[in-house]
């Protein structure tokens, strides 16, 4: 199986940005989709950004416009940029991925691997 390991968590104010990043053991030659989903302390875990292999995306309401996920396929890495934070976002951010034909159809609750995740607090 792949593993994953998330870093560039930390603090930021709010209004400020932080970028968290994604590494994968391996580059799956088949079609799939990578996340990032994120887990307020005592809430659910929700779905934030999604990106296929042909790189298109899709967002959350809550951070369209201000969150950017990409991916670099001969690094196996995926990023999160996260630009006018607000306290809200405060989460640990987790990233994820399975096979997919496209983001567009892919549902949050079918990503079924998961890296251990990375704490992002905005104060």
């Known amino acids: 199986h792949v593993q994953l390991v998330e870093s560039g968590g930390g603090s930021a104010q709010a209004g400020g940005s932080l970028r968290v990043s994604c590494s994968a053991s391996?580059?799956?030659?088949?079609?799939?989709?990578m996340g990032w989903f994120r887990q307020p302390i005592g809430q659910e875990r929700e779905g934030v950004a999604g990106?296929?292999?042909?790189?298109?995306?899709k967002y959350a309401d809550s951070v369209e416009g201000r969150f950017t996920i990409s991916q670099d396929n001969h690094k196996n890495t995926q990023y999160l940029q996260m630009n006018s934070l607000k306290p809200e976002d405060t989460a640990m951010y987790y990233c994820?991925?399975?096979?997919?034909?496209?983001?567009?159809?892919?549902?949050?609750?079918?990503?079924?691997?998961w890296g251990q995740g990375t704490q992002v607090t905005v104060s």
């Open positions: 391996r580059n799956s030659k088949r079609r799939h989709c």
């Open positions: 990106i296929d292999h042909d790189d298109n995306t």
């Open positions: 994820a991925v399975d096979l997919c034909l496209s983001i567009a159809t892919m549902k949050w609750a079918d990503f079924g691997y």
